[in-house]
């Protein structure tokens, strides 16, 4: 069954570093979303992405983050300057049409910033 | 208010029982309606979504959809111990693309 995949698994950064979070989406997926979830708390929306553009972002999505699709697999979220705030799971999704009603997770990166 | 509410649990239930989780929203705007399941540390497994009012079946699985009263609800028939999950129900509205949660409901079906 195809997947999400997400690499990697844990990062640990001090804060201040730039961070690249790393997915695959599902190959012939249009749509792509990154997701965080901070510990105990909700899944919240930070963006999505297609056609090479972001097509919506939440509040949450400032300057400090980017999302790029750098070759026709790979979709990457950058922080560019973390902030001990930005700990938490990371989850990147993917949609073969528009919407996130019929969209695949990946299995989350686990993002601490100390 | 908040946009979605979802009672966190946890709910505990024997074996074999018919379980109910249910969200409440305030958005008249959202239009689509998932559940997922997510085991600890582990990415939103969808469940099932259905689209404005009524119900929808899957296997053992039943979701209901009640916009008058801004109301979902998710059944699980003959509960299993592997059910044991953090559910989460989630909400689209029309021509958008970003997903509101619910905070989750912690399940644990004991054998």
């Known amino acids: 069954e195809p997947e999400v995949t997400q690499t990697p698994s844990h990062q640990v950064t001090q804060m201040g570093q730039e961070v690249i979070l790393r997915c695959v989406p599902i190959?012939?997926?249009?749509?792509f979303y990154w997701y965080r979830q901070i510990l105990g708390q909700k899944v919240e929306f930070l963006v999505s992405?297609?056609?090479?553009?972001?097509?919506?972002k939440s509040e949450i999505f400032d300057d400090q983050f980017s999302v790029e699709r750098p070759d026709g697999s790979n979709f990457t979220l950058k922080i560019r300057s973390t902030k001990l705030e930005d700990s938490a799971m990371y989850f990147c999704?993917?949609?073969?049409?528009?919407?996130?009603?019929?969209?695949?997770f990946g299995q989350g990166t686990r993002l601490t910033v100390v | 208010q908040k946009e979605v509410e979802q009672d966190p649990g946890p709910l505990s239930v024997p074996e074999g029982a018919i379980v109910s989780l249910n969200c409440t929203y305030s958005n008249s705007a959202f239009q689509y309606f998932m559940w997922y399941r997510q085991y600890s540390r582990k990415g939103p497994e969808l469940l099932m979504y259905?689209?404005?009012?009524g119900n929808k079946e899957d296997g053992r699985f039943t979701a209901q959809v009640d916009k008058s009263s801004k109301y979902i609800s998710l059944f699980i028939r003959d509960s299993q111990p592997s059910d044991s999950a953090t559910y989460l129900c989630a909400m689209i509205a029309g021509g958008y693309q970003k997903v509101t949660f619910g905070t989750g409901t912690k399940l644990q079906v004991i054998p």
């Open positions: 259905t689209y404005s009012s």
């Open positions: 999704a993917s949609s073969l049409d528009r919407g996130m009603a019929e969209a695949f």
């Open positions: 190959s012939n997926h249009l749509y």
């Open positions: 992405f297609y056609n090479n553009e972001i097509s919506e």
